[in-house]
């Protein structure tokens, strides 16, 4: 099995770890691929490794799976480089929370282990696409948690007149607006006050950043639906974010966001369970009164 090995900027106490897991992988029959800037980053630090490399913007096709090594943030850019070449992603949390990448490091072997045996399933997540500002993301559209468009260098709220299938939803006055897949209503969307949606959920959740009025809260509609937003500000610029990656915008046009035809291929191990993942994460049953409070 040919694996892709990606991360993003490693602390340098991470690099003898990537190291260790280049020269596990082999015993079990498992052939790295390493992004050539990390390739790059442990040779200055005596830990190079004779593996095939690839440029870390461009993942070559041919892999099985990608592995993805640090936090959410890098989880998110390494779908987003494969999704359209269908190549499946697994996520190894380098950083704090680990919703995406949700294996630990204490718990590599095994991983290597399942993968070896081919013992995992496959999850096909819902993926946005963003339509008006093509030139701006350089063609890279896709996002797999939401596409938000947020105030910028100002106290002034924006003003994002929104459209569900070229129905008139409503104006939301506000620091910013989030439309979120059920995998991305865990992240900011979760923050704002969004609901958390399985992710077996066909929908998708539109969310105000610190709106003006205070009766309007977050709506979710079928991920079928086409929706078109137009951002008005008067600073004249305005951020749209994808996932991690943003422009600044500073003219008024319409955006388009729908669901993408690719969907996100993520690789999980036995015993995986969404609900097991939110308990652990978001601390829920846990009594703040049986520790003590720092």
């Given amino acids: ?63 099985d799976l990608l592995i993805s090594l640090g936090g959410d943030g890098t989880f998110l850019r390494s ?13 190894v949390n380098l950083g704090r929370l680990g919703f995406l990448a949700a294996i630990r490091t204490e718990e590599l072997d095994q991983a290597l282990a399942h993968l070896s045996e081919r013992q995992f399933t496959l999850e096909e997540r819902v993926m946005l696409r963003l339509e008006g500002c ?47 897949t059920p995998t991305g209503s865990t992240a900011y969307s979760l923050s704002c ?22 009766n309007v809260r977050p709506f979710v509609v079928p991920d079928r639906s086409v929706l078109r937003v137009v951002v008005e500000t008067r600073e004249d610029k305005y951020l749209v974010n994808l996932d991690a990656r943003s422009i600044i915008l500073s003219d008024p046009r319409g955006l388009t966001v729908r669901r993408a035809e690719q969907s996100a291929r993520i690789v999980h191990l036995p015993e995986h369970d969404f609900f097991i993942t939110l308990r652990n994460k978001l601390n829920w049953g846990l009594d703040a009164r049986s520790g003590p409070v720092r």
Avoid at 18 to 36: K, N, Q, S, T, W
Avoid at 84 to 91: A, E, F, H, M, S
Avoid at 147 to 159: A, L
């Fill in 134 to 180: 093509d030139v701006e993301f350089e063609g890279n559209t896709l996002a797999l948690n939401d596409v938000s468009f947020h105030k910028r260098d100002t106290s002034s709220m924006i003003t994002v007149s929104t459209f569900v299938d070229d129905r008139f939803l409503n104006t939301y006055w506000a620091d910013g607006l989030i439309i979120a």
């Fill in 193 to 214: 006050g969004g609901p958390i949606l399985d992710p077996d959920c066909q929908g998708l959740v539109i969310t105000p950043v610190a709106p003006h009025n205070l």
């Fill in 1 to 63: 099995m040919r694996i892709g090995i990606l991360a993003r900027r490693p602390e340098p106490e991470m690099l003898p770890l990537i190291a260790d897991l280049l020269d596990r992988m082999p015993h079990y029959g498992l052939v790295p691929v390493m992004d050539e800037s990390v390739a790059a980053q442990l040779a200055t630090q005596g830990l190079g490794r004779e593996v095939a490399t690839f440029p870390t913007d461009r993942v070559p096709a041919g892999l």
């Fill in 79 to 91: 779908v987003g480089l494969v999704a359209r070449q269908g190549i499946p992603v697994l996520g």
